[in-house]
């Protein structure tokens, strides 16, 4: 059974990067539709991203379109969520999950997700 850890987070300033990597440490995903969710205090954990199994058809939340871009390497078994142009209010925690089943379309519930990462946490300073 997949086991998805993240890597990436950090302090950053507003308008800066960061690269956010997803890889298993256990077993592997290549077969999964994958997605970010995040996070923030007293909110509840929200899509940012998502790919179908094949790795195409990106979704991505209206509130980064533009600015954040998932992609995975299948080579190295790893998902990225780049972020561009960051914002106060994209501080949160982030977490990586893959799809319940394998073979699937492009996932944004929660629900959907039967394997989560333990999650990265963002900052940005304004």
């Known amino acids: 059974q997949a086991q998805l850890v993240e890597f990436g987070g950090g302090l950053v300033q507003t308008g800066g990067s960061l690269r956010l990597s997803c890889t298993a440490s256990?077993?592997?995903?290549?077969?999964?539709?994958m997605g970010w969710f995040r996070q923030a205090p007293g909110k509840e954990r929200d899509i940012v991203a998502a790919l179908d199994w094949t790795g195409d058809n990106p979704y991505y939340a209206d509130s980064v379109k533009g600015r954040f871009t998932i992609s995975r390497d299948r080579a190295v078994n790893t998902v990225y969520l780049q972020m561009n142009s960051l914002k106060p209010e994209d501080a949160a925690v982030y977490y990586c999950a893959a799809a319940v089943n394998r073979f699937t379309s492009r996932r944004i519930n929660s629900r959907d997700y039967g394997f989560w990462g333990q999650g990265t946490q963002v900052t940005v300073s304004s």
């Open positions: 256990r077993g592997t995903f290549g077969n999964y539709a």
